[in-house]
T-cell receptor, first 112, second 118 residues
Framework: QKEVEQNSGPLSVPEGAIASLNCTYS??????FFWYRQYSGKSPELIMS????GDKEDGRFTAQLNKASQYVSLLIRDSQPSDSATYLC????????????FGQGTILTVHP | SAVISQKPSRDICQRGTSLTIQCQVD?????MFWYRQQPGQSLTLIAT?????????ESGFVIDKFPISRPNLTFSTLTVSNMSPEDSSIYLC???????????????FGPGTRLTVL
C-alpha cells in the first residue's frame, strides 16, 4: 500500500523566512509528485509538480525531488502571511496512474 | 487548466437518506476522480469515474454505498447512499488529462461538497 508521510506540524515561521516542508513516499514506482495548498474551507490548489530528480523553481517556491531517497520537499522563500495554509504532498504513478495518494498535510502559519 | 464546478456546495441530510453530488468540468478530461476529506484529515481517493462503464473503487469503498456515473467526458455524479453521521465529510471531484494536451497528469479539483449527516 502506498504511503505518503509529511513532516509533522504545525510549522510556524516569521514573515520573510524560508519555510521548509518535507515528504517521503513508500512506492518506488511513483513517478509524479505534487504539492497542493489548501486554505481552510477551500479545495486543494496545485502549487508545484515535479517529475525528475533535482530542483524545480517557480517564483518563491522550489520543489526538490530525490527518488533514491524517496523524498520530496517544498521550500517557500520570503514567506508571507498569505502563505498560511495546509500544504499537501501527493504522489502518483506506476500501476496507479492518476490516482493521487496524499500525505496528511502540514499546517503552515506565517506570522508577521 | 480546467474549471470544475460541483453541486450542491453543501447539504445537511438525515441519516438513511441519499445525496447525489454533481461534478461538471469546462473541458473534456481523460480521467475524473472522487475523493473524500473527513474533518481534519487529508484526502482519500474513493474511486475513478470511468466514462460509460462502472467506476473503479479503492479499497474500503463499494459501489452500493457510493454509486458513480460518468456519462461523458465532462460530467460525473457521486451518490452517497443510506447515509450515516460517519459520512459527514467534504466530497471533491477532480479532473485530469485535458483533451488535446499530451502528457499532463495535473489534477484540478472542484470546490467540494460539504456534507453533514444528522
Amino acid at each position: 500500500q502506498k504511503e505518503v508521510e509529511q513532516n509533522s506540524g504545525p510549522l510556524s515561521v516569521p514573515e520573510g523566512a524560508i519555510a521548509s516542508l518535507n515528504c517521503t513516499y513508500s512506492d518506488r514506482g511513483s513517478q509524479s509528485f505534487f504539492w497542493y495548498r489548501q486554505y481552510s474551507g477551500k479545495s486543494p490548489e496545485l502549487i508545484m509538480s515535479i517529475y525528475s530528480n533535482g530542483d524545480k523553481e517557480d517564483g518563491r517556491f522550489t520543489a526538490q525531488l530525490n527518488k533514491a531517497s524517496q523524498y520530496v520537499s517544498l521550500l517557500i522563500r520570503d514567506s508571507q502571511p498569505s502563505d498560511s495554509a495546509t500544504y499537501l504532498c501527493a504522489v502518483t504513478g506506476g500501476t496507479s496512474y492518476g490516482k493521487l495518494t496524499f500525505g496528511q498535510g502540514t499546517i503552515l502559519t506565517v506570522h508577521p | 487548466s480546467a474549471v470544475i464546478s460541483q453541486k450542491p456546495s453543501r447539504d445537511i441530510c438525515q441519516r438513511g437518506t441519499s445525496l447525489t453530488i454533481q461534478c461538471q468540468v469546462d473541458s473534456q478530461v481523460t480521467m475524473m476522480f472522487w475523493y473524500r476529506q473527513q474533518p481534519g484529515q487529508s484526502l482519500t481517493l474513493i474511486a475513478t469515474a470511468n466514462q460509460g462503464s462502472e467506476a473503479t473503487y479503492e479499497s474500503g469503498f463499494v459501489i452500493d454505498k457510493f454509486p458513480i456515473s460518468r456519462p461523458n467526458l465532462t460530467f460525473s455524479t457521486l451518490t452517497v447512499s443510506n447515509m450515516s453521521p460517519e459520512d459527514s465529510s467534504i466530497y471533491l471531484c477532480s479532473g485530469m488529462g485535458l483533451a488535446g494536451v499530451v502528457g499532463t497528469d495535473t489534477q484540478y479539483f472542484g470546490p467540494g461538497t460539504r456534507l453533514t449527516v444528522l
